[in-house]
């Protein structure tokens, strides 16, 4: 009886360290299933602005804010030995009010598991956060993310997401540039600009020696949904490549581009 209650801890240790800090239930997916969710999504009707964040988030100064750090032992892919690329999330607060949802997907089973925030996954430092606001907030969802890569997998970035459907990437020197949008619309209008937010990401896990990064991202606003996915290389490698359709014209705007090449777009009805 006791090998046998061994075997079991054994066993559930490894799956719990295969898991990781994905804590959500099992839900299938891939690239077809965000094309559908980008679909159904255009059916409803427009979520709105963001809610409202907890007050000791809502008022964080610039400074506050930038103290708080994700705990790098808590990083997506720390589970895995020897990998080349990391993960980190960036807390919601200050105007950063979007509430993104995160997921940790196994493309060989095409499973997939939320990360639900929990204060323990950050460092608050100095911030002055209150975390008693945060008790039971498990639907505060995060506001971005950064990839990191080896050997410094807790300090060298190389590609942040961050407001919006806001990011950038570092150049061959480690540099960072101006940062892209996912989908602009109605930049050169006399209508009012549209601001589409990336509302969902879900993560390939890597393989240690992996040396590309494939991210699956949602992107919702009044006028338009739509299903991202981009396969991003480490600096000084190449793959950087993605699949899509182009994005169609409704009534509800009038011009829109897009930089990122992976993109399935459907018309909010």
């Known amino acids: 009886m006791r090998n046998v209650r061994s075997r079991f801890l054994i066993q559930s ?11 959500g239930q099992t839900r299938r997916f891939d690239y077809a299933v965000l094309q559908a969710m980008a679909h159904d999504l255009a059916r409803q009707p427009w979520g709105g602005a963001p809610r409202d964040l907890p007050p000791t988030l809502a008022n964080l100064t610039p400074q506050a804010y930038n103290s708080i750090q994700y705990d790098a032992n808590h990083s997506l892919w720390n589970n895995i030995e020897e990998r080349k690329l990391d993960i980190q999330f960036f807390h919601v607060g200050m105007g950063f009010r979007r509430r993104v949802r995160m997921f940790s997907l196994d493309a060989s089973t095409q499973q997939a598991r939320e990360i639900h925030f929990r204060p323990e996954l950050f460092k608050y430092n100095d911030a002055g956060v209150d975390t008693r ?6 639907d505060l969802g995060f506001a971005g993310f950064r990839v990191f890569k080896a050997p410094e997998l807790a300090r060298r970035d190389i590609v ?32 009012p600009e549209e601001f589409p937010d990336f509302t969902s990401f879900w ?15 949602l992107l919702d606003s009044p006028s338009i949904t739509g299903g991202l996915q981009v396969h991003h290389p480490l600096p000084g490698y190449p793959g950087y490549h993605g699949r899509g359709k182009p994005p169609l014209r409704p009534q509800g705007y009038q011009t829109a581009g897009y930089r990122a090449d992976d993109q399935y777009v459907q018309l909010r009805q």
């Open 13 to 23: 240790g490894r799956f719990c360290r295969r898991r990781g800090i994905a804590d």
């Open 133 to 138: 606001q945060l008790e039971g907030q498990s």
């Open 160 to 191: 942040a997401f961050l407001g919006a459907s806001y990011f950038r990437a570092v150049d061959s020197t480690y540099q960072y540039g101006l940062s892209a949008r996912g989908l602009a619309v109605d930049t050169f209008t006399d209508a």
């Open 203 to 217: 993560f390939e896990t890597v393989k240690g020696d992996a040396t590309v990064f494939t991210v699956y991202a």
